[in-house]
């Protein structure tokens, strides 16, 4: 009797300790570095804003976070393994239109689904832009696309892979233009810009955040930014609409996911440390600098996040499926 009593008093503590245990390690998160992936090459929007953001985050949290840059696939290879990773928030991953919306359209035999991934919040809203190697012949947004029309297939612009948010800036611009052009795939903007620098590619597709350095020592040349209004960062840089392109508006996006099923306290954690990051006087000091927009409060919320990328898919379906 006392043997039995002993083996159901046993089983019983099992069973509170079984669920004791991953409330204890939800508490005491994080009690080690976290791992940010970023789905591209270092260098490129998504990069800078990534180590921004870890860095204020990690302040906040009292741990290190750790970036992974990993390219390839329009940023599908890094979203690939985020989405596999172990659900206890030592993994999470920066995404973006690209990544996370117009992917699915683009690769139809993807490895996941948004429903792989669990919303930490938005990051940042980024300003597309369109600039040129220092000697390309077109001084002028209209000057260029009237070199392309007339010159089919020969102009490039590079992007960081197809899939990626450049990409889409490419095909935005392209549609918008109505013009045939070469788009060049790298696995990352950083890569893009030094062949552009370098004058491998006539022209890339990326955010001001990653532009701005070399539009501002005069290294390239910006010809718009697509964005209603020109970036205090930049005001030579004339808009879409003010270069007689009204078309070409686009509003670009980076946001955090963690994999499916991690514990709703440890994304609560992440989440406050993403608030905490966003609003450090450091951080909007850089955004401001670098052309991004830090996002609302309420666009920072997991529910606002679920509930936007959606929509962000639908609409990339139909932006691509004229692929």
Not at 84 to 106: K, Q
Not at 136 to 163: Q, T
Not at 287 to 304: D, G, I, N, Q
Request: aromatic residues 6%.
């Amino acid at each position: 009797m006392i043997a039995k009593m002993s083996l159901r008093a046993a089983i019983a503590l099992a069973g509170v300790l079984a669920v004791a245990a991953p409330a204890a390690a939800q508490d005491s998160y994080p009690s080690k570095p976290i791992t940010m992936i970023v789905p591209f090459a270092a260098g490129g929007s998504s990069d800078v804003i990534a180590r921004l953001v870890g860095d204020e985050m990690g302040r906040a949290l009292g741990q290190r976070i750790v970036m992974e840059n990993m390219g390839g696939a329009g940023g599908a290879t890094a979203l690939t393994r985020a989405s596999r990773a172990e659900p206890d928030g030592y993994t999470i991953v920066i995404g973006n239109s690209g990544t996370n919306a117009a992917s699915y359209t683009i690769y139809p035999d993807l490895k996941y689904t948004n429903a792989d991934f669990a919303p930490i919040g938005l990051v940042a809203k980024t300003s597309p832009m369109i600039a040129l190697k220092l000697d390309f012949p077109a001084k002028d947004l209209m000057e260029f696309v009237a070199y392309a029309k007339a010159n089919p297939g020969k102009v490039s612009l590079g992007h960081a892979g197809v899939g990626s948010s450049n990409y889409l800036i490419c095909r935005n611009f392209v549609k918008a233009a109505g013009v045939d052009v070469a788009l060049v795939s790298y696995r990352g903007a950083g890569p893009a810009l030094n062949d552009l620098m370098g004058g491998q590619i006539d022209g890339v597709c990326d955010a001001a955040t990653s532009l701005y350095g070399a539009v501002e020592s005069k290294k390239v040349k910006a010809l718009a930014v697509a964005t209603p209004g020109r970036l205090a960062s930049l005001p030579d840089v004339p808009t879409s609409k003010e270069a007689g392109l009204p078309a070409f508006e686009a509003q670009g996006w980076n946001a955090l996911f963690a994999p499916k099923n991690t514990p709703q306290p440890i994304i609560a954690k992440l989440n406050e440390a993403l608030k905490t990051a966003l609003s450090s006087q450091t951080l909007q000091g850089r955004f401001k600098e670098l052309s991004s927009v830090p996002p609302t409060a309420e666009e920072m919320t997991p529910a606002f996040v679920a509930g936007f990328v959606p929509g962000e898919i639908e609409r990339y379906r139909l932006l691509l499926q004229d692929k």
